[in-house]
């Protein structure tokens, strides 16, 4: 160790475990509870009327929490700027040699970087264009009272027509930042209980990468099927859900019959 260590350097045992913790909690679990609700645009269908009521009664669920902008601050972003923050200085500072030995390790290692990288974009141009309204190529502002309709509008650049250019570019840029997001979870899962001393023999570390990329692979079915139930979303008929929805929702006006109305 230098003379004059930094701070990062005095402490990096317990960063290194912070990171890794973040990672899982609460930032893993937010995903699956994400993919699982984004995902109900279509499993939704299956178990209620339709997929847009299941996911609008999903979002109306998460916006009646008390206090929701506190948990959202501590319990997500700040989580989020710790870990992402702490894990492009690590990327930066750490090294591959794919070029020289091409084992597995190596590749999940560099691939892990990389998805970092992207997942840092994308959480940021996800964010600022659906809930700050930034004006980002295909920006459209998220509304919790329509749910699915300007899920869909923002995952088709503003468009309701699904195969235009820019539409197909951002649904292809949230699929595979999607993708590369599910895979760095699933991967640093693994290399979490390395770092954390769970799987020291090599068959429990390969026992528990099956388990790893089942989770994995079925994070990313979800991923995949929000994205493109999204995409292929009949904007109209979404509209006339959710605004039945919200009538159904509107208080019953009580009405107070005159002394003469009461006469038989």
């Not at 984004?38 to 009664?57: E, K, P, T």
């Not at 319990?75 to 591959?96: D, E, Q």
Request: aromatic share 12%; glycine share 10%.
């Amino acid at each position: 160790m230098p003379d004059n260590p930094s701070f990062l350097e005095r402490h990096h045992f317990l960063l290194r475990r912070l990171h890794s913790l973040t990672g899982i909690v609460p930032i893993g679990l937010f995903l699956i509870l994400h993919l699982t609700t984004n995902s109900s645009i279509v499993w939704g269908s299956f178990l209620g009327d339709s997929g847009v009521a299941m996911f609008q009664h999903e979002v109306d669920f998460i916006h009646s929490l008390p206090a929701l902008v506190l948990i959202e601050i501590f319990g997500l972003w700040l989580p989020i700027a710790f870990h992402s923050i702490l894990g492009v200085y690590y990327a930066v500072s750490g090294s591959t040699n794919t070029k020289s030995y091409r084992y597995g390790g190596n590749f999940r290692y560099a691939l892990q970087r990389i998805s970092g990288y992207v997942g840092v974009i994308f959480i940021f141009y996800h964010v600022a264009t659906l809930r700050w309204g930034w004006s980002l190529p295909g920006a459209y502002l998220f509304d919790a009272h329509a749910a699915s309709s300007t899920t869909a509008m923002a995952l088709r650049a503003g468009s309701e027509n699904p195969w235009q250019l820019a539409g197909i570019l951002v649904g292809l840029f949230y699929l595979l930042s999607v993708l590369l997001l599910v895979y760095h979870f699933a991967n640093g899962l693994w290399t979490a209980a390395i770092t954390w001393g769970l799987t020291i023999s090599e068959q429990g570390q390969r026992r528990w990468g099956y388990v790893c990329a089942s989770l994995g692979a079925a994070l990313m079915v979800m991923g995949v099927t929000a994205v493109v139930g999204f995409v292929t979303l009949d904007i109209e008929e979404a509209r006339q859900i959710e605004a039945s929805l919200h009538t159904a929702q509107q208080p019953a006006v009580e009405t107070t019959l005159a002394p003469e109305d009461n006469a038989h």
